[in-house]
């Protein structure tokens, strides 16, 4: 087990890239480009930083040349053999040979497009233009750097023993986690905490000790990479971005209107079992609900990721049963702002009424909340999205209007197109 503190000490982080693989991303990633690699891959996209916590001044805090050296050791990685082979040869979910030979022939060659970098009032503008399968991959490692680079910026000014004391305190603060959930019967959680991770290092020591710590009742990680050397199960189906660009290649409304459901049925013709999870809240998961085809009812669960979560879950279980559907074979994965407290009542609420699980993101991965002064390692909104599509604007809305991205003519629109009444605006953490 790597000493983190040392290392820090030691090398002040110039040994360690951020990103060390292009598997060092979420497992959706990978599952998402293959499917745009096969139904949309001459589809042009951009895809852009978007800081939701103004008041965490990047530019100001983050060197742009060790920016620019990270992104720029990014682009030169390409998949090793032995990366090669485990996608290849690995059974995902139940089914071997999950990415097709063309695909793995194309992400074998791979090597990522070029980006465009700025500062402006104290921010960092960094965009990705190119073909789909490609500039999406950059997602997740342009947040992942970001992140660790914040980190590391506040690491540089800690000495020897500060270094020493702070992981353990911030490693103690997990433990006490492990120890709020490991007496829960029926728990089922999985780490989804790459994209806002403290770092790469700390991300692996947080799973290894939650496989210590939980057992069987920890069933995975989101990150490949890690999954990999760790000989564990990659976790992930799904995100917003899917139904983000079929939506903005709409011609209509009618069109815009069946994209979420054309982005499902895709997915449908290529996966089946657990990777049949659906994502409604993209545009708001009551209309989505509401105005779904009779064979998504027939898929195995719903990730809530926006909104109230237990609203959520009652929403999408009133759903099934009207459509003669029994909600405890379904499985509802809660992945939105978790920790102990809410995991417990969740699990509470929704045990034996349908199949639970969790998605532990930054609350995981990245809680320094309250270990150094002025509490300058806390978490923030980082994101990076897809915000146009053949030149056209992309839109979000989700069940938090916090969350929503878009030009403002456009979101009235998409509002009404969906048919998007009063939401309850929940406070934007993460």
């Not at 982080?13 to 979420?26: E, F, G, M, Q, Y």
């Not at 079992?273 to 994502?279: F, K, Q, T, V």
């Not at 930054?362 to 300058?376: C, K, Q, S, W």
């Not at 916090?402 to 048919?419: S, T």
Request: aromatic fraction near 10%; charge should be negative; charged fraction near 30%.
């Amino acid at each position: 087990m790597v000493d983190i503190a040392t290392r820090v000490w030691n090398h002040k982080w110039k040994i360690d890239p951020i990103v060390r693989s292009l598997i060092d991303t979420d497992f959706y990633k990978l599952l998402m480009c293959q499917s745009v690699f096969r139904n949309k891959p001459d589809v042009r996209v951009t895809f852009s930083l978007i800081n939701r916590t103004k008041s965490i001044r990047l530019a100001d805090l983050i060197d742009e040349g060790e920016l620019r050296e990270q992104l720029d050791h990014i682009r030169s990685l390409s998949l090793s053999r032995g990366e090669s082979t485990w996608m290849r040869g690995n059974t995902f979910y139940g089914k071997r040979q999950m990415f097709t030979p063309e695909f793995m022939d194309w992400f074998e060659t791979l090597r990522l497009p070029a980006y465009e970098l700025e500062k402006r009032d104290g921010q960092y503008e960094l965009t990705f233009e190119g073909a789909w399968p490609e500039v999406m991959l950059w997602e997740i490692p342009a947040l992942s750097v970001l992140m660790e680079l914040r980190s590391r910026r506040v690491l540089d000014d800690m000495g020897r023993f500060e270094l020493q004391v702070l992981y353990a305190r911030a490693m103690t603060k997990l433990w006490e986690k492990v120890e709020g959930l490991r007496d829960l019967p029926g728990l089922k959680l999985a780490d989804f905490g790459t994209r806002r991770r403290h770092s790469f290092l700390w991300q692996d020591w947080c799973v290894q000790a939650m496989q210590e710590g939980l057992g069987d009742n920890f069933t995975g990680t989101s990150n490949c990479l890690i999954a990999k050397n760790r000989e564990m199960e990659a976790i992930g189906t799904n995100a917003h971005e899917l139904p983000m660009v079929y939506s903005a290649l709409a011609d209509t409304d009618a069109e815009l209107r069946r994209a979420p459901y054309d982005v499902l049925a895709d997915w449908h013709d290529e996966h089946e079992g657990n990777l049949r999870i659906m994502l409604p809240d993209t545009y708001g998961t009551p209309g989505f609900l509401r105005h779904a085809p009779d064979w998504l009812a027939g898929w195995t669960g719903i990730r809530i990721d926006s909104g109230d979560p237990a609203t959520g879950a009652e929403t999408a279980i009133a759903w099934w049963k009207s459509r003669g559907e029994d909600p405890r074979e379904k499985l509802v994965i809660f992945s939105d702002g978790l920790d102990v407290a809410k995991i417990r009542q969740l699990l509470h609420q929704f045990a034996g009424r349908v199949r639970v699980s969790f998605g532990w993101g930054t609350l995981l991965t990245n809680d320094f909340r309250g270990l150094v002064p002025e509490d300058a390692l806390a978490p923030f909104s980082l994101v990076c999205k897809a915000v146009s599509a053949n030149g056209r604007p992309t839109v979000k809305l989700s069940d938090n209007p916090n969350k929503a991205m878009g030009p403002a003519d456009e979101i009235e629109r998409y509002k009404r197109v969906f048919d998007v009444g009063e939401q309850d605006a929940q406070r934007l953490f993460v």
